[in-house]
């Protein structure tokens, strides 16, 4: 009986993992193929009319997505662990963790399909920004297949600054409400999670 699940635990485990390196390939190779398909957004630059509808997302996961942690990321694996707990408690699902990562989208900006690439920031960061998060989504089905979050140095152990980006990371939009997580604006911002649960998959 036991083993019995053990097994199925481990075939499960296996193909989630075969599902994952089969989506990382096939991004890719759409990627490289017809990269018209595939939309780079600012998520921050993209505003909603309608506050009163509560907060939007423009896109969606379909694996549950890895995190790399890039060596030279302003995160410590407690801030990050703290971060993707406020998530999964909405019901969200991540893949694997890899810290003090050198592979993928750390190295280069055009690999790191499947996952969500956390960084420190690069040559596109604007200023006043804290964070900014680019998602490439499938510009047909609103699937996000790739994501990167670059933060400031100096507010990597802030609070609620990871949570956000991973917001925009899981497809969420800025939403401009006192003391909630999506407001854009760190100090009008709070930890509010109102209308960022998973179920609420409605897509603009
Ligand atoms: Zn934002």
Same mark, same amino acid.
């Given at each position: 009986?036991?083993l019995?699940? $053990? ?17 990382i390939?096939?991004?890719t ?5 017809t990269?018209?398909?595939?939309n780079? +957004?600012?998520? %921050?630059a /993209?505003?909603?009319?309608v +506050? %009163? ?7 969606? @996961?379909?694996? /549950? ?7 030279n990321a ?7 662990e703290?971060?993707l707990?406020y998530w =999964?408690?909405l019901g969200?699902k991540?893949?694997?963790?890899f ?7 750390c190295?280069n /900006?055009? $690999?790191?399909?499947?996952? +969500?690439?956390?960084?420190l ?7 006043p920004?804290?964070?900014m998060? @680019?998602? &490439?989504?499938h ?6 297949v790739?994501?990167?979050i670059?933060i ?10 990871l949570e956000?980006? $991973?917001?925009?990371?899981?497809? &969420? ?7 909630? $997580?999506?407001n854009?604006? &760190?100090?009008?911002g709070g %930890?509010?999670s109102?209308?960022?649960?998973? =179920?609420?998959e409605?897509i =603009?």
């Open positions: 009986m036991i019995g699940l $053990l097994k199925n635990i481990m075939t499960k485990t296996i193909l989630n993992k075969f599902y994952i390196f089969f989506f390939t096939s991004c190779a759409l990627a490289a193929v990269e018209y398909k595939i780079k +957004i600012l998520q %921050s /993209e505003k909603i009319n +506050i %009163s509808k509560g907060p939007t997302k423009n896109g969606r @996961w379909a694996v /549950e997505p890895n995190i790399y942690v890039c060596k302003p995160i410590s694996q407690h801030r990050l703290r971060a707990d =999964k408690k969200y991540f893949g694997d963790v810290y003090n990562d050198e592979s993928f989208g190295i /900006e055009r $690999l790191g399909y499947g996952g +969500i690439t956390i960084d920031i690069g040559q596109k960061f604007k200023e920004n804290i964070g998060t @680019w998602n &490439w989504r510009n047909e089905t609103n699937e996000i790739k994501s990167r670059e400031k140095n100096s507010w990597g152990g802030s609070p609620r600054v956000h980006e $991973l917001g925009h990371a899981l497809g &969420w939009l800025d939403f401009k409400k006192r003391n909630h $997580l999506m854009h604006n &760190w100090i009008e %930890s509010e109102r209308g960022l649960e998973y =179920k609420n409605y =603009k």
